[in-house]
């Protein structure tokens, strides 16, 4: 990610970790920190991360990965960001990225709810069986048959989709 902003932004220091800390509290909009190092009053044409998106914002269908709210839409110096209410934002690519990681996470948490599911309509077979219920136990054994083979039809999408995740990654 550096070697790309640093390839497609005009950048103003690149620097190591241990000094960017430093760096960045000596180049604010505002100037220096104070002594004490609290500013009494936020400059209010500094923007904070909790800033809404600005009026040339444009709303999009995306939603944050990480909170769930809309997506805003803008170009900032030739690059094209999303940013959230809350403040989250993303580059076209994090947006894709962060997109898959709650993508695959949505088909996992299906998963484990339809394979939950298939064991507890299980257990409700073998006790039908016990008390002699034989019509109920074939019932609810196949609709247990039923969620496990949708939870294994998931559970192969997610396993096949992460070569071609793994090779675009590599590509990046």
Avoid at 20 to 33: K, N, Q, S, V
Avoid at 43 to 71: K, N, Y
Avoid at 130 to 147: E, F, H, I, Y
């Amino acid at each position: 990610m550096p070697s790309s902003a640093i390839a497609h932004v005009q950048v103003d220091a690149v620097l190591q970790l241990a000094q960017m800390a430093g760096w960045l509290a000596h180049h604010r909009p505002d100037g220096p920190p104070s002594p004490g190092g609290i500013r009494e009053m936020e400059d209010p044409q500094t923007p904070s991360i909790a800033d809404p998106p600005r009026e040339e914002a444009t709303g999009t269908r995306f939603t944050c990965p990480d909170c769930g709210g809309v997506l805003f839409e803008q170009e900032e110096t030739g690059l094209t960001r999303f940013r959230c209410s809350v403040g989250h934002v993303f580059s076209i690519e994090s947006l894709s990225s962060g997109q898959a990681t709650q993508l695959e996470g949505a088909l996992w948490t299906a998963v484990r709810a339809l394979e939950d599911r298939a064991e507890l309509l299980q257990k409700m077979m073998r006790d039908a069986r016990r008390r002699g219920t034989t019509r109920l136990a074939k019932s609810l054994r196949a609709q247990a048959d039923d969620l496990e083979a949708r939870a294994g039809v998931i559970r192969d999408a997610i396993e096949a989709a992460r070569p071609v995740a793994e090779e675009d990654e590599a590509v990046s």
